[in-house]
């Protein structure tokens, strides 16, 4: 098949332009005339030379493609809308996404910050694992196979997956189906597909993601397959906290790697310790060691004589698998008597008692200033306006306690300082307004006034500080 600009593909599907192209196949930008919409629309790319026969188990193939992805409904997976034929050969109609592969993210901005790999690998794992629920390896997870778009990572191209309990025997010749760079070891020689598969090729994509090259290199086809399947990885130079998870998920075991269910856990804890202010020394917090989860590792840079300072080079994975850092070496667990630091609220403060706490905070420290301070004169208000100074400080209270914001420290104090000022001139001006006086208690010369605001938002500054549930994690 040779589509063109402007074919019509199914009597429905009219290709607009080429936007990618790989070893069995080329994706083309379509136009659904029926529905509107744009679509991707697959075109295979059959070798030259195939003997019918040949031709007919590439088709094959292609259709089972169709009928494994479609089989799939998740936020992760690239949606297949429709099958159909063109000169003889078949299509694969899927949702277009508009959005660069993470093998281009990569390539136009480089390897990509702890944090953000460990979000995307999250989200691939949560994708492989409703795949593996429905007896579906992918088995060319790859860079390449990645895309993004928003909030959504989206994996697709399962144009070699298979059911994981298929009978047929198709891919399992002899030839090599997918990227050797991103296949397992056990693929490589020709053993039948299974999830760890996709386990190590997630390892080999996160991998290159973090440190913007593929694990494993070799100068011809064969020596990249060599290292694949009796060489370790590169050491890693960026992969940080990720860099033990790597290293198990890339053991040349099947059986030695984490489970998706333990990758997952291992993924999310990263990106939340990696989040946290302060914890970008923590190493992977959640490993499995007889079946309980450990707190986060701290890796320090030297602690004297003692497994850590072994003579492994810096970046190099463990062996043996998934296993407890501190037994193997990369870590040990933070003393607990180590001096506390200042770290991000706990999961467990509860926002709604955290502005309640600050509301009585701010009400009582306006009463305070308004009060003791000589040139104020807030506890001297006429009776008749009590009710009325009661509510505006209520609400000027209330105002400073309700915010949760993500800012650095230093700009919420600048904030906090500022809106003092805005809340009170704008007090004064409805009172102005209102009895034709300022009656605010609150002095009446400027450096009278600055002193006050700056005391007032320095005040629920420090509340916002240092109130559980106060501060919302970035």
């Known amino acids: 098949m040779a589509a063109v600009n402007g074919a019509v593909v199914g009597g429905r599907y009219q290709l607009v332009e080429l936007i990618g192209q790989g070893g069995m196949g080329r994706v083309w930008r379509g136009w659904d005339t029926t529905l509107g919409r744009d679509v991707a629309v697959k075109e ?19 259709l089972r493609e169709a009928r494994a992805a479609a089989r799939l409904n998740h936020p992760g997976i690239i949606t297949v809308h429709d099958v159909a034929e063109y000169e003889g050969a078949p299509v694969i109609v899927m949702e277009f996404v508009d959005g660069e592969s993470l093998a281009a993210a990569v390539a136009r901005g480089g390897a990509l910050p702890v944090a953000r790999v460990a979000e995307l690998g999250a989200a691939m794992v949560k994708a492989l694992r409703q795949a593996h629920a429905a007896g579906i390896v992918h088995r060319d997870l790859k860079p390449d196979n990645v895309l993004l778009m928003g909030e959504r990572v989206i994996l697709t191209d399962f144009g070699i997956a298979h059911m994981a309990d298929a009978t047929t025997a198709l891919t399992r010749t ?36 973090v440190e913007g090259e593929a694990p494993f290199t070799g100068d011809t086809f064969g020596a ?9 990885p590169r050491p890693a130079v960026r992969a940080g906290a990720l860099a033990p998870l790597l290293g198990a998920l890339l053991a040349k075991d099947p059986a030695a790697r984490p489970s998706a269910e333990q990758a997952l856990a291992a993924l999310e804890a990263v990106a939340r310790a990696e989040a946290a202010p302060g914890f970008g020394a923590f190493g992977p917090p959640p490993v499995m060691s007889g079946g309980v989860p450990l707190g986060p590792v701290r890796i320090p840079p030297q602690v004297g004589p003692g497994p850590l300072a072994s003579a492994r080079p810096s970046g190099e994975f463990p062996h043996g698998g998934w296993q407890d850092p ?133 005040g629920s500054w420090l509340l916002w500080m240092f109130v559980p549930g106060s501060r919302r994690r970035p």
Request: proline share 8%.
């Open 44 to 62: 295979v790319l059959l070798p030259q030379g195939v003997t019918e026969a040949e031709r007919e188990q590439l088709v094959q193939r292609v």
């Open 174 to 209: 002899g030839a090599v189906i997918g990227t050797p760079a991103y296949m397992a070891p056990e693929q490589l020689e020709g053993r039948p597909a299974a999830p760890a598969n996709d386990l190590w090729a997630l390892g080999a994509t996160l991998y290159s993601a």
């Open 224 to 232: 990249l397959c060599v290292a694949v399947v009796t060489k370790e």
């Open 326 to 458: 501190v037994a193997a070496g990369w870590g040990s667990p933070i003393a607990e008597t180590a001096a506390p630091a200042p770290v991000p609220e706990r999961s467990s403060a509860n926002p709604a008692v955290a502005v309640l706490v600050r509301f009585i905070g701010c009400l009582a420290l306006i009463w305070v200033v308004g009060s003791v301070l000589p040139w104020n004169y807030l506890d001297h208000v006429v009776r008749g306006f009590t009710p009325l100074a009661l509510a505006i400080t209520g609400a000027l209270a209330l105002a400073n306690a309700v915010p949760r914001p993500r800012w650095h420290p230093v700009v919420v104090w600048v904030a906090a300082v500022v809106a003092d000022f805005g809340l009170w001139y704008l007090t004064a001006t409805l009172l102005e307004f209102k009895f034709g006086g300022w009656f605010t208690g609150f002095g009446e010369l400027p450096w009278q006034i600055a002193v006050n605001m700056l005391l007032l938002g320095t």
